[in-house]
């Protein structure tokens, strides 16, 4: 019989339901063996196949709880139920736990207590939670080959090949905290812990060499659970970005002591690595606008977890009597729980994954004999493959049994409670919630909110006004509007406050800040409102909004008083050069005019047109008569001598085109002269007044002005710094106001900002603004480094600038209320005139040179032209008769002998006719008729 032979391999593969199975189909084979074919002989195997089972009917499993761990108890009794009944994982087999309890810390007590449920035969063993304990029980199954299963918190490795634990490594919740360190870019930070095991949890934080570049406190709560000192000590050093490490009892008892110290506000931030932050009240903290953040492990987006608290609502010892208020909060839903059904579902889903052909079997194994148990190798390493999604996300493990590839929950305190903002995950870093954003819960914060402002009184920013008769004291201004229009857009209050120093805020020589400055950082104030300008300085210490008003700094002058018109000022619209070279060019035209005249024969004529035969001829431009007819020309008058030859009429037009020129610049210039009024401006720009040295010039002591010159790199600022530093008395002055006072004194020029001069100069006739601006930068309001309310203020600036709120502020303070005294007077003297150079004449002196060139050559060519027509008996050389035109004219004579021939060719007919204009010349001596 074929079918015998089964029933000796059926302990062995199939167990009691299957030899009781086979003895059925022997007798049915014995029956029927004659009728049965090969098609009912397949089935029957086929019958045997899916009825034989690997698994045992009942598989023991065993577990240690210490003293406290009731609900952790319960929870796993409840996982193992719902494996039990759940027939999708283990549907022939069902779980039986074996419970043992121990002390805490009794690693003695755990042996034993593991030793006596190894002897029955165990499958797995779970727990206990202690580190004494877990580390003598991990050491005992290691031996043994049992598998271990752990869910708590464990630095240790490597790892045996028998322990897989759900709890992920230090290390890589470690690269959590320290990306979420870096994301804030925290500066100063504390790390505060009650227990030296958070030493280890934070190593990756406190070895990563970005927290070196940064100010870490490390300190440890004293054992008697006082938080206040430490806390006490952190507010007085500065210290306003904590990381927390705490047991979850103690989490309500450090914020509540945080609060008792007045560190519970939006400007300290507080992190808590403790994972289960989300079993605590958070109900009386979330209107104080702290900004806390923890971490959780579990998912509750996994819905298991949805179907899990169905159940958990059902029982006391998980539901929370006030869960109608709060439904989140579940006080016994602790990460170990939650991490104690992932480990039940992990080792079900382990047995359910091994190969149908291998048959699993617990045996009983001994602590004294040190027996192995054969299987428990294998099933080991089926737990450790195993990628399941759990309660807390994906579960799969690495090669040393440890977790891998998890999520971490980022947790927020809001106004409504404890909400999720984001996660992280080792691969993608932190990605935060799309449907959150913490402006809203800020904004939520300021409703109905009281702020405390710093200031300092500066027109027509601030103005301070004291009532006569309350002796009260309000504050009025552009800034003030400015911050009324926010805290109307916020729904706000505020109250401000005036800065005890009366100071912006500036750095000394130790690095200590002052002003307004300081106030921010000391925490005494929310925000600093004014014309404080946003420096890079500044920018390291507090934060800044967009800037509200953009500017540069400017010099502040007395104005020039008028100068008194000169008895000679007609003579300004040319300059004293331009002036020397015009009586030049007369003195020199009229003697070359002379010259050339004495030397064109066509220039001397017969001075009585009837004589056909004169002894003499004349010639009219004589030196008293080329003075005449310059000038003439000159004074566009005229005259009545005119030149007859070309030469003397080219030179006459070069004259006369000059003078056309340089008496219509002339008038154009004397026209502004007159009408545009001249001040006498002793210095022009920033470059005349570091030139100079008997103008001084300061600027407000402790502000960004003085700053900006004592860091400036610019050479010209470099010495102007120079000087203001070592002048004494001191140019600086303790606000604007008494810079104006000695600007108006005289002698002294201010810088200050370009708003404020032109508010200033808008309200005093006496004032001015010399050159352009400085440089180019803004005013903000300022915050405590971290301020929550940074952000939304900074929304609410830019809102109003959209709608041209703040230029209709700027026109209120600036102009509406005082100003506009003095804008047709800036008008009128706007602009002004200056005489001509001889850069803008010049050319026409080269045109004059280069027409007097062009008529002495011509003179010489009519020269030579004349002597050539001579008789040859009467021509002599021509040099001969160059010099002697030359001697003749040196002797400025007016006459010379007519040349004596009996050919009448040698009088020019046309010469001879041509009028002498209105005189005569005797031969002795020169008349004018």
Same mark, same amino acid.
């Given at each position: 019989?074929?079918?015998?032979?089964?029933?000796?391999?059926?302990?062995?593969?199939?167990?009691?339901?299957?030899?009781?199975?086979?003895?059925?189909?022997?007798?049915?084979?014995?029956?029927?063996?004659?009728?049965?074919?090969?098609?009912?002989?397949?089935?029957?195997?086929?019958?045997?196949?899916? *009825?034989?089972?690997?698994?045992?009917?009942?598989?023991?499993?065993? =577990?240690?709880?210490?003293?406290?761990?009731?609900?952790?108890?319960?929870?796993?009794?409840?996982?193992?139920?719902?494996?039990?009944?759940?027939?999708?994982?283990?549907?022939?087999?069902?779980?039986?736990?074996?419970?043992?309890?121990?002390?805490?810390?009794?690693?003695?007590?755990?042996?034993?207590?593991?030793?006596?449920?190894?002897?029955?035969?165990? =499958?797995?063993?779970?727990?206990?939670?202690?580190?004494?304990?877990?580390?003598?029980?991990?050491?005992?199954?290691?031996?043994?080959?049992?598998?271990?299963?752990?869910?708590?918190?464990?630095?240790?490795?490597?790892?045996?090949?028998? *322990?897989?634990?759900?709890?992920?490594?230090?290390?890589?919740?470690?690269?959590?905290?320290?990306?979420?360190?870096?994301?804030?870019?925290?500066?100063?930070?504390?790390?505060?812990? /009650?227990?030296?095991?958070?030493?280890?949890? +934070?190593?990756?934080?406190?070895?990563?060499?970005?927290?070196?570049?940064?100010?870490?406190?490390?300190?440890?709560?004293?054992?008697?659970?006082?938080?206040?000192?430490?806390?006490? %000590?952190?507010?007085?050093?500065?210290?306003?970005?904590?990381?927390?490490?705490?047991?979850?009892?103690?989490?309500?008892?450090?914020?509540?002591? =945080?609060?008792?110290?007045?560190?519970?506000?939006?400007?300290?931030?507080?992190?808590?690595?403790?994972?289960?932050?989300?079993?605590?009240?958070?109900?009386?903290?979330?209107?104080?606008?702290?900004?806390?953040?923890?971490?959780?492990?579990?998912? %509750?987006?996994?819905?298991?977890?949805?179907?899990?608290?169905?159940?958990?609502?059902?029982?006391?010892?998980?539901?929370?009597?006030?869960?109608?208020?709060?439904?989140?909060?579940?006080?016994?839903?602790?990460?170990?729980?939650?991490?104690?059904?992932?480990?039940?579902?992990?080792?079900?889903?382990?047995?359910?994954?091994?190969?149908?052909?291998?048959?699993?079997?617990?045996?009983?194994?001994?602590?004294?004999?040190?027996?192995?148990?054969?299987?428990?190798?294998?099933? =080991?390493?089926?737990?450790?493959?195993?990628?399941?999604?759990?309660?807390?996300?994906?579960?799969?493990?690495?090669?040393?049994?440890?977790?891998?590839?998890?999520?971490?929950?980022?947790?927020?305190?809001?106004?409504?409670?404890?909400?999720?903002?984001?996660?992280?995950?080792?691969?993608?870093?932190?990605?935060?919630? %799309?449907?959150?954003?913490?402006?809203?819960?800020?904004?939520?914060?300021?409703?109905?909110?009281?702020?405390?402002?710093?200031?300092?009184?500066?027109?027509?920013?601030?103005?301070?006004?004291?009532?006569?008769?309350?002796?009260?004291?309000?504050?009025?201004?552009?800034?003030?509007?400015?911050?009324?229009?926010?805290?109307?857009?916020?729904?706000?209050?505020?109250?401000?406050?005036?800065?005890?120093?009366?100071?912006?805020?500036?750095?000394?020589?130790?690095?200590?800040?002052?002003?307004?400055?300081?106030?921010?950082?000391?925490?005494?104030?929310?925000?600093?409102?004014?014309?404080?300008?946003?420096?890079?300085?500044?920018? %390291?210490?507090?934060?800044?909004?967009?800037?509200?008003?953009?500017?540069?700094?400017?010099?502040?002058?007395?104005?020039?008083?008028?100068?008194?018109?000169?008895?000679?000022?007609?003579?300004?619209?040319?300059?004293?050069?331009?002036?020397?070279?015009?009586?030049?060019?007369? +003195?020199?035209?009229?003697?070359?005019?002379?010259?050339?005249?004495?030397?064109?024969?066509?220039?001397?004529?017969?001075?009585?047109?009837?004589?056909?035969?004169?002894?003499?001829?004349?010639?009219?431009?004589?030196?008293?008569? *080329?003075?005449?007819?310059?000038?003439?020309?000159?004074?566009?008058?005229?005259?009545?001598?005119?030149?007859?030859?070309?030469?003397?009429?080219?030179?006459?037009?070069?004259?006369?085109?000059?003078?056309?020129?340089?008496?219509?610049?002339?008038?154009?210039?004397?026209?502004?002269?007159?009408?545009?009024?001249?001040?006498?401006?002793?210095?022009?720009?920033?470059?005349?007044?570091?030139?100079?040295?008997?103008?001084?010039?300061?600027?407000?002591?402790?502000?960004?002005?003085?700053?900006?010159?004592?860091?400036?790199?610019?050479?010209?600022?470099?010495?102007?710094?120079?000087?203001?530093?070592?002048?004494?008395?001191?140019?600086?002055?303790?606000?604007?106001?008494?810079?104006?006072?000695?600007?108006?004194?005289?002698?002294?020029?201010?810088?200050?900002?370009?708003?404020?001069?032109?508010?200033?100069?808008?309200?005093?006739? /006496?004032?001015?603004?010399?050159?352009?601006?400085?440089?180019?930068?803004?005013?903000?309001?300022?915050?405590?480094?971290?301020?929550?309310?940074?952000?939304?203020?900074?929304?609410?600036?830019?809102?109003?600038?959209?709608?041209?709120?703040?230029?209709?502020?700027?026109?209120?303070?600036?102009?509406?209320?005082?100003?506009?005294?003095?804008?047709?007077?800036?008008?009128?003297?706007?602009?002004?005139?200056?005489?001509?150079?001889?850069?803008?004449?010049?050319?026409?002196?080269?045109?004059?040179?280069?027409?007097?060139?062009?008529?002495?050559?011509?003179?010489?060519?009519?020269?030579?032209?004349?002597?050539?027509?001579?008789?040859?008996?009467?021509?002599?050389?021509?040099?001969?008769?160059?010099?002697?035109?030359?001697?003749?004219?040196?002797?400025?004579?007016?006459?010379?002998?007519?040349?004596?021939?009996?050919?009448?060719?040698?009088?020019?007919?046309?010469?001879?006719?041509?009028?002498?204009?209105?005189?005569?010349?005797?031969?002795?001596?020169?008349?004018?008729?």
């Amino acid at each position: 019989m074929w079918l015998r032979p089964l029933l000796f391999i059926s302990p062995i593969c199939g167990g009691e339901v299957v030899t009781g199975v086979l003895n059925v189909l022997i007798k049915l084979a014995n029956l029927y063996r004659r009728n049965m074919d090969k098609l009912t002989l397949f089935c029957l195997l086929t019958l045997i196949g899916l *009825t034989m089972s690997t698994l045992p009917d009942v598989i023991p499993i065993g =577990a240690l709880f210490e003293t406290n761990d009731d609900t952790l108890e319960q929870a796993f009794r409840h996982a193992i139920n719902r494996i039990n009944d759940n027939k999708q994982i283990l549907s022939h087999t069902r779980l039986q736990p074996h419970i043992e309890r121990v002390k805490r810390h009794d690693s003695f007590q755990a042996t034993r207590k593991v030793c006596e449920l190894l002897s029955k035969g165990m =499958a797995a063993i779970f727990g206990p939670q202690s580190s004494e304990s877990s580390s003598a029980i991990q050491s005992t199954c290691s031996v043994l080959e049992v598998p271990h299963i752990q869910y708590r918190w464990d630095y240790r490795s490597p790892r045996n090949n028998q *322990t897989v634990n759900l709890y992920p490594h230090p290390d890589t919740i470690g690269i959590a905290y320290r990306d979420f360190v870096l994301e804030k870019n925290w500066k100063t930070l504390a790390i505060l812990y /009650e227990d030296s095991d958070a030493l280890i949890r +934070l190593q990756t934080l406190l070895r990563d060499p970005a927290m070196r570049q940064k100010n870490v406190i490390v300190r440890q709560f004293s054992p008697e659970q006082e938080y206040r000192k430490l806390l006490k %000590e952190m507010g007085r050093n500065g210290v306003k970005n904590m990381i927390i490490d705490v047991a979850t009892e103690n989490l309500v008892t450090v914020i509540e002591h =945080a609060q008792q110290m007045d560190m519970m506000s939006e400007y300290y931030n507080y992190i808590f690595i403790n994972m289960d932050m989300h079993t605590i009240n958070v109900e009386p903290f979330q209107n104080a606008g702290p900004n806390i953040t923890g971490f959780r492990l579990i998912d %509750e987006d996994a819905s298991i977890y949805k179907e899990l608290l169905q159940e958990w609502k059902q029982h006391p010892l998980w539901y929370n009597e006030n869960i109608e208020a709060d439904p989140q909060y579940y006080k016994n839903i602790t990460t170990e729980i939650v991490l104690m059904y992932d480990a039940v579902t992990l080792f079900a889903t382990a047995l359910n994954s091994l190969d149908r052909s291998y048959q699993l079997r617990v045996k009983p194994v001994s602590c004294d004999t040190e027996k192995t148990w054969p299987q428990g190798m294998a099933l =080991a390493n089926a737990i450790k493959r195993i990628n399941i999604n759990g309660l807390t996300g994906n579960i799969e493990f690495d090669k040393n049994g440890y977790r891998k590839d998890f999520k971490l929950t980022i947790l927020d305190v809001t106004h409504e409670g404890l909400k999720q903002t984001g996660s992280w995950t080792k691969a993608s870093g932190f990605i935060y919630s %799309e449907n959150f954003t913490r402006t809203f819960d800020i904004i939520h914060s300021l409703r109905n909110k009281t702020l405390s402002v710093t200031s300092k009184p500066n027109p027509p920013y601030i103005i301070k006004i004291k009532d006569k008769v309350t002796k009260k004291v309000r504050y009025e201004g552009f800034c003030v509007d400015l911050l009324d229009e926010i805290a109307k857009y916020l729904g706000f209050n505020y109250v401000i406050r005036e800065v005890a120093d009366k100071s912006y805020g500036k750095r000394d020589h130790l690095g200590e800040w002052n002003g307004m400055i300081r106030e921010l950082m000391d925490a005494k104030a929310d925000l600093a409102i004014g014309d404080i300008t946003i420096t890079y300085e500044r920018e %390291e210490v507090v934060d800044f909004t967009m800037p509200f008003m953009n500017l540069g700094i400017g010099i502040l002058f007395k104005k020039p008083t008028k100068k008194i018109p000169k008895l000679f000022s007609f003579l300004s619209p040319l300059s004293v050069e331009v002036w020397l070279y015009m009586v030049t060019a007369f +003195l020199g035209v009229s003697l070359f005019l002379f010259i050339l005249a004495r030397f064109s024969p066509y220039e001397w004529v017969n001075p009585h047109p009837c004589d056909q035969n004169p002894e003499n001829l004349e010639n009219q431009f004589n030196l008293l008569n *080329t003075l005449w007819f310059t000038v003439g020309c000159l004074m566009q008058q005229g005259c009545d001598i005119t030149p007859r030859s070309l030469s003397t009429r080219l030179a006459a037009g070069m004259w006369w085109f000059f003078t056309l020129i340089m008496v219509s610049s002339y008038t154009a210039n004397l026209a502004a002269f007159l009408t545009v009024e001249r001040l006498g401006a002793p210095i022009e720009n920033v470059e005349d007044l570091a030139k100079q040295n008997h103008i001084q010039y300061g600027c407000v002591q402790s502000g960004s002005t003085q700053s900006f010159f004592m860091h400036s790199n610019y050479s010209t600022y470099k010495r102007m710094w120079s000087v203001m530093e070592s002048a004494r008395p001191s140019v600086f002055t303790e606000d604007n106001d008494k810079g104006v006072e000695r600007v108006l004194k005289g002698n002294y020029a201010f810088l200050m900002e370009s708003t404020s001069i032109e508010y200033r100069v808008e309200r005093n006739c /006496e004032l001015t603004k010399i050159g352009a601006n400085l440089d180019s930068k803004g005013y903000g309001v300022a915050f405590p480094t971290g301020s929550p309310y940074r952000t939304v203020i900074s929304s609410a600036i830019l809102k109003l600038q959209e709608k041209g709120g703040l230029r209709v502020l700027k026109d209120k303070w600036w102009r509406t209320k005082g100003g506009g005294k003095c804008a047709k007077e800036e008008t009128s003297t706007s602009v002004s005139a200056s005489e001509l150079g001889l850069a803008n004449v010049g050319g026409v002196f080269i045109v004059l040179t280069f027409g007097m060139a062009l008529a002495c050559i011509m003179v010489i060519g009519e020269f030579y032209w004349k002597s050539r027509k001579m008789p040859k008996d009467h021509r002599e050389p021509l040099c001969v008769e160059l010099c002697r035109e030359l001697k003749l004219a040196m002797m400025c004579k007016t006459s010379k002998p007519a040349p004596k021939d009996d050919d009448e060719q040698h009088v020019d007919n046309d010469l001879r006719f041509m009028p002498l204009n209105r005189y005569s010349m005797s031969p002795s001596k020169d008349t004018f008729s």
